[in-house]
């Protein structure tokens, strides 16, 4: 039979026709798949399988399927090379018990003890799939973005050190102006240029069907194209570092369903291990995981699934700076939980915060003490008396009641008054006759030597 072109729908009669089997209640069963016995059917033109034993997972023996009647697709696992773990050479049908191998820790006596490898040191480990969490819109995929493009520049940022080397970042929600855009940001905190992002790989997929894994009708998670695709990009341009971004434009199944996100997280772990790399998946949390503060997502399998998961939050609060970060380990079987990493959005990057306030915050601060002032003016012309003391006549809660706080809070009037008193523009003098003194304030401006 003459093989389909790659845009052919392929049917079950093709499949049929090609590996030979019997039609039953829209299967074709007793296929002979690379000298293994499977069954299948296919669904928008692509072949899924089940039910084989031997040294190809369905997975795989579905992909050689696809290759074979369809060889026109673009892909590195002609033979099915689906992540076998001899990249470089054609796979040879093993012994079906070989994917149970056996231990004996005896015979670890006398050798070293390997060492854990990180791809960033106690927040991302190597061989393995790790969850960023982040509210949208809070900069998890900036961060993340930041993160790579250090590791392809062999540079620190923000106090760490990821391992240097190639990156992928595959990002569903941006076209690739805006990566445009960000990287132009980092580049210029880094103080580097594009030219210095040889190692870097982007694959924008806004706009377009990003799923890298649906179920089949056994519910059971199967590849897509567009994941046979990315494995064959990631064999040859073998990246230590790939980024997901997210898990919602990629992840095809039910997520509230164990089954189908471990079986999602198994795929994107096995490249993980046969490339040696570290993959980081963006995901939204739930709303449940919002309101708890923990960051999870759908089903608890999620967080079960990977060895590390961080949760990146604006920080909260009256008078807060808006452009405050904190990442937070939320997850850490290789390493510590509860970790925090305190991030400042500026100039279009994050940068380590130091305490100080930022362009909006300063912007923010000045009109609370401006606010401060003004009422602080028109308390004492109307001989009301404020005081720096908690009770009746503390400043912060009456000016926050005031029709003219202009929006400020107690708690930021309560700063501004630090503030001012500091800087010397507010003071505390004494008021009342000698036997009852109370403290009150005023402007230092306004201190004409009458109390």
């Not at 519910?219 to 897509?224: A, D, K, L, R």
């Not at 100080?356 to 003490?369: E, H, M, Q, T, W």
Request: charged share 20%.
């Amino acid at each position: 039979m003459t093989a389909p072109k790659p845009e052919t729908k392929i049917t079950n009669v093709d499949l049929q026709a090609k590996f030979g089997g019997n039609f039953e209640n829209g299967w074709v069963k007793g296929l002979t798949i690379l000298d293994q016995t499977a069954e299948g059917y296919t669904v928008d033109g692509r072949v899924f399988l089940q039910r084989t034993e031997g040294a190809y997972t369905a997975q795989e023996l579905s992909a050689f399927a696809n290759m074979s009647l369809c060889p026109g697709l673009p892909l590195h696992i002609s033979q099915a090379r689906v992540l076998n773990d001899d990249l470089s050479a054609p796979a040879h049908p093993q012994a079906a018990n070989d994917n149970l191998p056996l231990i004996n820790p005896a015979d670890w006596h006398g050798q070293p003890v390997p060492i854990r490898e990180w791809f960033l040191d106690g927040l991302i480990p190597r061989r393995q799939v790790t969850i960023l969490n982040g509210d949208g819109g809070v900069g998890k995929s900036l961060l993340a973005l930041q993160i790579a493009s250090a590791s392809a520049l062999g540079c620190e940022t923000l106090g760490l050190q990821p391992l240097a080397g190639r990156v992928m970042y595959l990002g569903a929600e941006d076209e690739a102006d805006e990566f445009h855009r960000r990287l132009a940001d980092i580049m210029h905190g880094l103080q580097r240029g594009f030219s210095d992002l040889a190692d870097f790989r982007l694959v924008p997929m806004a706009g377009r069907d990003a799923l890298l894994a649906v179920p089949d009708k056994a519910g059971v998670m199967q590849p897509t194209e567009n994941m046979l695709k990315l494995v064959a990009s990631l064999i040859e341009f073998r990246p230590g570092f790939l980024v997901l971004d997210t898990s919602a434009d990629l992840f095809g199944g039910d997520e509230i369903k164990r089954n189908h996100v471990r079986q999602f997280i198994g795929l994107l772990r096995k490249p993980a291990i046969d490339l040696d790399m570290a993959v980081l998946l963006l995901s939204h949390p739930s709303v449940a995981g919002m309101q708890t503060g923990t960051g999870s997502s759908g089903s608890t399998a999620w967080s079960n699934s990977v060895r590390s998961r961080l949760y990146l939050t604006a920080a909260t609060g009256d008078g807060v700076d808006p452009d405050s970060r904190i990442l937070t380990t939320m997850k850490a079987n290789y390493g510590k939980k509860g970790g925090e990493i305190r991030v400042r959005w500026q100039e279009g990057a994050f940068v380590l915060d130091d305490g100080k306030p930022s362009l909006i915050a300063g912007v923010l601060n000045k009109r609370a003490d401006d606010a401060f002032k003004k009422l602080l003016s028109i308390f004492n012309r109307t001989i009301q008396t404020v005081s720096d003391v908690t009770g009746t006549n503390y400043a912060p809660a009456k000016m926050a009641k005031h029709a003219d706080a202009n929006g400020v809070s107690k708690r930021q009037f309560a700063d501004a008054m630090q503030r001012l008193l500091e800087s010397g523009e507010v003071k505390i003098v004494m008021d009342g006759p000698p036997s009852r003194q109370r403290k009150k304030l005023i402007l230092a401006s306004e201190d004409y030597g009458g109390t």
